[in-house]
């Protein structure tokens, strides 16, 4: 299986602040990389499909870049609604797999 | 915009079969879409448990295979999950989805099943 790794597993920032969460997969996914936003006790939700292409809906601050191995989510101005745990997500190989998650926490 | 809703038994005995189904509404699941399970033990992260094609066409999490059937009902535009000789490890929130990887990618909102006799 594809492992995929995300760092960091928590990040304390403040509203207003730019933050970066990356996603490392052990062999290459090419663009094949999903992020998805999860609140407490709610179904996940997509961001951002095919590593850089947002999904209608969400907001222009998120954004995702990368291809083989090295991937990242920004968040470039944190609203209040953002404080989420964010999944990476490959789907190039089976079984598609997930990162373990980064929570993201108010300051 | 598709919906998706999950439905079925929130307890299953252990040995038993858990039982899923995904209604689907705003869409068609015979259109070229995948249709998706995956799972998420108490406080733990996602595993992607298997997928459809509206062909009828399967791939499943080899971790799970032999226990895991997904199916369409193109008639009553829905899929399902069953999974078979279930243990306490499988006791999860099901989520059902549509093509998490492409345009409009969406999930339902989850349903918890707890194995327990």
């Known amino acids: 299986d594809i492992q995929m790794t995300q760092s960091p597993s928590t990040l304390s920032a403040s509203v207003g602040d730019r933050v970066t969460i990356t996603c490392r997969a052990s062999q290459s996914i090419s663009k094949w990389l999903a992020w998805h936003q999860q609140k407490p006790g709610k179904a996940p939700k997509v961001l951002i499909y095919k590593a850089s292409s947002l999904e209608s809906g969400v907001p222009s601050r998120f954004s995702g870049s990368g291809s083989g191995t090295d991937f990242t989510l920004t968040i470039s101005s944190l609203q209040p609604d953002d404080f989420a745990t964010y999944y990476c997500h490959q789907y190039k190989h089976y079984p598609n797999t997930f990162g373990q998650g980064t929570k993201l926490e108010i300051k | 915009q598709v919906q998706l809703q999950e439905s079925g038994p929130g307890l299953v005995k252990p040995s038993d079969t858990l039982s899923l189904t995904c209604a689907v509404s705003?869409?068609?699941?015979?259109?070229?879409?995948?249709w998706i399970w995956v799972r998420q033990p108490p406080g733990k992260g996602l595993e992607w448990i298997g997928e459809v094609y509206h062909s009828g066409s399967t791939n499943y999490n080899p971790s799970l295979k032999s226990r895991v059937t997904i199916s369409l009902d193109k008639s009553n535009n829905l899929f399902s999950l069953k999974l078979s000789f279930v243990t306490a490890a499988d006791t999860a929130v099901y989520y059902c989805?549509?093509?998490?990887?492409?345009?409009?990618?969406?999930w339902g909102q989850g349903t918890l099943v707890t194995v327990s006799s």
């Open positions: 705003g869409g068609s699941i015979s259109i070229a879409n995948w």
């Open positions: 989805a549509k093509d998490l990887g492409a345009v409009a990618g969406a």
